[in-house]
């Protein structure tokens, strides 16, 4: 049973280029969230999506955008990147019902803005 | 962005020492997280406490949730080489949301 799967796992992009990093949640969770790590730092939380609908929002700006697929895989998209978007951005889905407050990541997307 | 206290900010310790890390809010969970980072890796779940007061324990490591809902600590016992990595704690900002928000990172070193 795959664990939550990210993709690309690292990237190079320039200042004011759009990019798009993909998850697939573990099978069977249907809620996904995104968070950003900047070095050195905790995880932030971007967002979080449910039923293909944002459901709540961190502080961060509408250049972050998401989306979510009927097969609960989801999309994070940042337009007109700046130099402070480069991070680790994490995946996250739901733990099993049973335990429904738990969150699982996957390995995250690095991302390098020059 | 909004992080919680995590103590210490780093540690460095003799293999076989037991190691105590600890994080307050200002602010009330539902629930509370733990977490191990290795470098370059994503977080990996250590614990999950539900409960005010709850003890759980998970191999040497044991955390709880503290009683008045703000803190929560976490133990680890006979530390060994692999326990090094990144330790972060985790509160959840209200019940059926995914939000959580993280601690400043626990960075532990074990000396052999």
């Known amino acids: 049973d795959a664990g939550v799967t990210q993709s690309p796992t690292h990237l190079i992009k320039t200042r004011g280029q759009q990019v798009t990093l993909r998850c697939s949640p573990k099978s069977g969770h249907d809620t996904v969230s995104w968070y950003q790590q900047a070095l050195g730092q905790g995880p932030q939380f971007i967002f979080q999506?449910?039923?293909?609908?944002?459901?709540q929002r961190g502080n961060f700006p509408d250049r972050f955008s998401g989306h979510q697929f009927p097969n609960y895989s989801s999309e994070l998209n940042v337009n007109a990147l700046l130099l402070g978007d480069s991070a680790l951005y994490l995946c996250a889905s739901r733990g099993d019902r049973g335990n429904g407050n738990t969150i699982y990541f996957g390995e995250g997307s690095w991302l390098t803005v020059v | 962005g909004q992080q919680l206290n995590q103590s210490p900010q780093s540690m460095f310790i003799q293999e076989g020492e037991d190691v105590s890390m600890n994080c307050t809010s200002s602010?009330?969970?539902?629930?509370w997280l733990w977490y191990k980072q290795d470098p370059g890796e994503g977080p990996v779940l250590l614990i999950a406490l539900y409960k005010a007061g709850e003890l759980t324990s998970n191999g040497r490591l044991t955390a709880q949730f503290g009683i008045t809902r703000k803190d929560s600590f976490l133990n680890i016992s006979a530390s060994i080489p692999s326990d090094v990595g990144i330790y972060f704690c985790a509160g959840q900002v209200r019940s059926g949301t995914y939000k959580y928000i993280f601690g400043t990172g626990t960075r532990l070193k074990v000396l052999a």
């Open positions: 602010s009330i969970f539902n629930t």
């Open positions: 999506y449910y039923e293909e609908e944002e459901r």
